[in-house]
């Protein structure tokens, strides 16, 4: 197989370029959106678990300024703030786990606070659903799902943040109901694409050879 040095370049150039954008200003255009979620589809599953694809994956679109947009805005509020609050109880009681969750519980007051401005900035929110089986697969895949909608967001200059706190609301019945999905048989990620407020910053250099052992 002839392997093409520029479709090489590219990709590699596209993984180099992959940053997280925080701050959204503009539109992105609908069929770049549905180059972004058509790559979701292509992702990888855990076929081993037995759940067909078709059966295993959906994929939810939330459009800025619409009534879904601001009912999702709200629920993943509520959600920051209760997470918020049960985080500083836990570290302010057990303080075994005040070492290892100091960071977090300070990130997440913070968020809770201040809001996430890509919910009134960016473009689109991007839920996607796995269904869960057995082996429990399902987060995984969705990682993956995420890599692909990333990295074509990149290729087309379009932002992309993760939103973490979407995992959470698989066990949310407001949102759950808003998806139109049961609880606890889905697991959950999301991501908010949208134009980049400030230029992608300039590429990073990573010294790779501190991650790589070659075992022997
Ligand atoms: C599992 C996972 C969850 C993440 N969750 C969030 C998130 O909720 N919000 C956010 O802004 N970034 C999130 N990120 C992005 C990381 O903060 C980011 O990848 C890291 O700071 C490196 O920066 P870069 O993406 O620009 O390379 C997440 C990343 C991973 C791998």
Not at 41 to 57: N, Q, S, T
Not at 80 to 92: D, F, P, Q, T
Not at 103 to 109: M, N, T, V, W, Y
Request: proline letters at 5%.
């Amino acid at each position: 197989m002839m392997t093409d040095p520029q479709q090489i370049a590219a990709l590699e150039e596209i993984i180099r370029s992959r940053r997280s954008c925080r701050s959204f200003a503009g539109q992105v255009p609908d069929e770049v959106l549905q180059k972004i979620v058509d790559s979701a589809v292509y992702a990888p599953f855990g076929a081993g678990a037995g759940i067909p694809l078709k059966e295993g994956r959906r994929i939810f679109i939330f459009r800025q300024g619409t009534e879904a947009m601001n009912q999702a805005q709200q629920i993943i509020e509520a959600q920051l703030r209760s997470g918020a609050s049960k985080i500083g109880m836990a570290i302010r009681f057990l303080p075994f786990l005040r070492k290892k969750m100091r960071f977090f519980a300070l990130r997440i007051s913070i968020t809770a606070a201040q809001g996430i401005s890509g919910l009134t900035d960016g473009s689109f929110y991007i839920v996607v659903a796995e269904k869960k089986g057995f082996p429990p697969l399902a987060e995984q895949a969705l990682a993956h799902v995420m890599e692909n909608m990333w990295l074509t967001a990149t290729a087309h200059k379009v932002g992309f943040q993760l939103l973490s706190v979407t995992n959470g609301l698989a066990r949310n019945t407001q949102f759950m109901d808003l998806l139109g999905l049961p609880p606890k048989k889905w697991a959950l990620s999301g991501c908010i694409v949208g134009i980049p407020q400030k230029q992608f910053q300039r590429k990073r250099k990573r010294d790779t050879e501190h991650f790589i052992h070659w075992v022997k």
